[in-house]
């Protein structure tokens, strides 16, 4: 099994050229005290930006202080094509399995979607909290499964915006069932960026479609079966990262 991963906020000048560290607080206090981790054991601490250093465990102090060697501070590059889901809001806690199972899979960031059919809307102080649970779960998620390059999280993003960010993008879709083609043999780019909006429960309105289309969005299908929005996003990015031979 690969190391576990801790988050640091930064890299300082005098963390970069390696040596002894030591990670405490939240992350000082799971290793130490959730993990057990002892001497000799490897971790690898990142930003969750890129930026990731190899590390072996020296000794633990009290319940929350790791002290480890750090290693050379080495960069992973963006993966090419960028993948951006634009999730539609779903009920309860299902946004948040959407995120932690897209990050868990490979996205590269998550657009929260104020669609017109959503049942749960945010706003005030309730839009602030979920959206950090979002963001939240994006960091847990991303030290889950290992990596060092966690995905973006965006702020709620109406309509309009969501076309303007396709009409940015080197592969635009939608997911719909209705009339489409199959996402598993479409066109894709080597590199740039990809956008999938994935839609509420009650599906994506006429009046959204036509916005998207108007910003060069086709409409694709996975299959046959007709997905939950909490879960169609995870697999669409499976099928993306497959073809696009990031997963090879």
């Known amino acids: 099994m690969t190391a576990p991963v801790f988050v640091v906020e930064r890299f300082d000048a005098h963390v970069r050229g390696g040596g002894r560290y030591v990670l405490d607080g939240p992350e000082g206090r799971h ?29 633990t102090e009290g319940k929350d202080r790791l002290v480890v060697t750090m290693g050379s501070v080495a960069e992973e590059p963006e993966a090419q094509p960028r993948i951006t889901v634009v999730q539609a809001l779903p009920k309860g806690d299902r946004g948040e399995l959407a995120v932690e199972t897209m990050t868990e899979t490979g996205v590269d960031a998550v657009v929260p979607w104020t669609a017109s059919r959503c049942i749960t809307q ?36 109406s309509t309009k915006q969501v076309a303007a960010l396709l009409a940015d993008a080197d592969f635009a879709a939608v997911l719909h069932e209705e009339g489409s083609e199959p996402l598993a043999t479409a066109e894709l780019p080597a590199s740039g960026r990809i956008v999938l909006v994935v839609g509420p429960e009650g599906g994506v309105s006429p009046d959204e479609l036509a916005a998207f289309a108007e910003a060069g969005a086709k409409p694709y299908r996975l299959g046959r079966s007709v997905l939950r929005t909490s879960t169609a996003g995870t697999a669409a990015t499976a099928l993306l990262l497959g073809r696009t031979g990031r997963w090879s």
């Open 31 to 59: 290793a130490v005290s959730v993990k057990r981790l002892r001497a000799g054991e490897d971790v690898v601490l990142t930003d969750g930006a890129g930026r990731w250093a190899q590390c072996v465990v020296l000794e």
């Open 122 to 157: 945010w706003k005030g102080e309730r839009g602030r909290k979920a959206l950090a649970k979002w963001r939240a779960t994006a960091r847990e998620a991303g030290k889950q499964s290992r990596r060092v390059r966690f995905p973006e999280v965006a702020d709620a993003a």
